[in-house]
């Protein structure tokens, strides 16, 4: 059994290969770079704390594990060019440096290399495994298509949020830990109660996110406090605003939203405040970290072995920063 | 044992299902909309008929024909959006009609689709295929990445210019054929043979596309002869003349690639001919022919059943449309 660190440590060791090919190097070099920039590499690793749950390291976890994190890696690439994003992780996005086509080309085939991985394993599983990372691979696409809809949309309700945000972030996170799961050898219900424990903490974690980015403290945030309000981008604390708001807080919510004055982030704030929107983003993540632990205490193995997920969640979602 | 026409037939039947969920139509219509705009299905065919050739269908061949089929056009989307093609088969393209950010996800939940349809057959020789799958994959992308690495050369030779067409055309056609093949239970050695009368199949067709590009008869042709000339777009055509100009032939040429006079297409014809273009040219697809028919005639079965690759292959390379 061992700690996120210990697995932490071990994954990046095995990741630190060439995947690609020596050439081309025009399509290659990219991948080389982006995978470099690095990355708390959290997904592979609760795909390894999956498996150590339930019992020792099987050697077919880290070719899924690196599968894993390579398909993460190629939606980070698409996303950047759909998002137009110059920066991630500080550095230079694969768009901005190597120009769009070669980026959408690289994400490609990093996504090829991750199912290179999958085809490693034993046949006893693989088909389980490809078919629950194909049906993850699906919804994380669907969550960006639903993203992208959304910042066309004037309204959307808290259900739809929850749902785009469950495919985009969250299914990932349960679908690596039950993929761990599967190779550990769990039962089908211990299975799916390590999925939903993921599920939860994934809308736990965006909760956070979210509540972090405009109540967090600018000293331990570690970057601009309201940058979610500056771009407009909708929210769960935006969200509930406009739902729990009155008609005239809706009314200068709105205004806000169009406007780009100097002191719109303190304004959105205390609206945010007045209807109470902090206090209840607190609770909905307080409710999905309870959710969360409930499906982790029922999964039939010792006490013991849950403590390293238990730590690991409640440093994802204590966090400040 | 079937023509072409006949597994053609019966692939567009069952090729014609729903291939996506129902919803989020703004990300699974795109889909929808591109595979009904045709084509003519040339490569799930091909893998149909390398089965065909060695024994009776394998129920298995139909996923991988789709898995084919559905990576082709993943490929044809995202290479749109590459060259920022309006029209495809004469139809507006995905990323025209629907915005770039969803074409590219769109392509990217196709290739998804694609690993489902393979991920649904036996494990006795799912590893097989899909490792060919993957490998072929690789190589299409770096087909496609050395491709635009040629638009930004000034002089690219002849030799890469092949390996790049081998890359982006001719690896997809002899892997669908050997994907086929080992549904049919064929020997390592007839796989590779079959493989290889694909590969060449494949450079004979594209020396035959870039012909009939410039001398081609506009009656037949049903496009417009010197699309490729006046795009500067480099050709085996363009590549062989600028190896076998004079100094002062050459010199023309690259005058003429960076005119854009009314008659560059005649003036650019009328060095090809003084070169005999035309000429090397019919006989380098020849030579690429009698290579993939010796490939053919090598495979351990009886000539009989080689009939409808034999008369595909010539209708493929002879056809003058």
Redesign the interface.
């Given at each position: 059994m061992y700690t996120f660190e210990e697995l932490s440590k071990l994954f990046i060791e095995k990741f630190e290969v060439d995947h690609f090919?020596a050439s081309?190097k025009?399509?290659y070099d990219p991948n080389r770079y982006f995978l470099q920039l690095g990355g708390k590499r959290i997904r592979p690793v609760l795909c390894v704390m999956g498996n150590d749950l339930f019992d020792v390291i099987n050697p077919d976890t880290w070719p899924v594990a690196k599968a894993i994190e390579l398909f993460h890696n190629f939606t980070l690439i698409?996303d950047d060019?759909?998002d137009n994003a110059p920066l991630r992780r500080g550095m230079q996005t694969v768009h901005e440096k190597y120009g769009?086509?070669?980026a959408?080309?690289a994400?490609?085939?990093m996504?090829?290399?991750a199912?290179?991985y999958l085809?490693a394993i034993s046949?006893d599983y693989?088909?389980n495994i490809?078919?629950l990372f194909?049906k993850t691979?699906?919804q994380v696409?669907?969550g960006?298509?639903?993203d992208?809809?959304f910042e066309k949309k004037q309204e959307v309700g808290f259900e739809e949020y929850l749902n785009m945000i469950n495919l985009k972030t969250s299914v990932l996170l349960a679908a690596s830990l039950q993929l761990g799961a599967i190779l550990g050898g769990a039962s089908e219900r211990n299975q799916q109660l390590i999925y939903e424990f993921g599920r939860k903490l994934g809308l736990a974690f965006q909760v956070q996110d979210d509540y972090l980015d405009a109540f967090g403290d600018p000293d331990k945030f570690g970057k601009q406090v309201g940058g979610d309000i500056k771009a407009n981008k909708k929210t769960f604390l935006l969200i509930h605003a406009l739902e729990a708001a009155s008609a005239d807080q809706k009314t200068a919510l709105n205004e806000l939203l169009h406007s780009d004055g100097d002191n719109k982030v303190e304004q959105v704030l205390a609206i945010f405040k007045a209807c109470k929107v902090d206090q209840w983003a607190a609770s909905l993540k307080e409710q999905f970290m309870n959710e969360a632990f409930t499906h982790l205490e029922d999964i039939a193995v010792v006490a013991k072995r849950k403590e390293p997920l238990k730590q690991l969640a409640n440093y994802l979602v204590e966090r400040e920063h």
């Open positions: 090919p081309p025009t399509l698409h060019i759909m769009q086509s070669t959408l080309l994400g490609d085939v996504l090829v290399k199912y290179d085809n046949r693989s088909k490809i078919a194909n691979a699906r696409c669907e960006q298509q639903l992208m809809d």
